[in-house]
């Protein structure tokens, strides 16, 4: 079977892709209003961002000032912190998964 030549290149259309229906550049939805509303979804999943971030860099200064046993401890809540953030994360998909099924 001899298949037909590739289109010319047009840098002003998007690729063709199989299965693939182009729609229009995002939702329109500016990101903070995206923020606001996701934060209301799930609350915990931004805290524990800050959460985990507060933890690390205090684990950090801690380190610089020759401080290892403080160092230490806090490497490891934010280990803990951090595994709460994605725990969170994930409840927060199955709850919407569930709330959209129904």
Do not use: H, W
């Not at 507060?54 to 801690?62: A, R, V």
């Amino acid at each position: 079977m001899a298949e037909s030549p590739p289109p010319p290149f047009d840098p002003d259309r998007p690729p063709v892709i199989e299965g693939f229906t182009p729609t229009s550049r995002g939702s329109g939805e500016r990101f903070q209003s995206k923020f606001v509303r996701k934060f209301r979804e799930n609350p915990f999943v931004p805290l524990g961002c800050l959460g985990t971030a507060g933890i690390l860099t205090y684990g950090l200064i801690c380190f610089i000032n020759n401080k290892p046993r403080q160092s230490q401890m806090m490497m490891r809540a934010r280990v803990i912190a951090q595994g709460l953030t994605v725990a969170s994360l994930l409840v927060g998909m199955a709850v919407t998964n569930l709330k959209s099924s129904k």
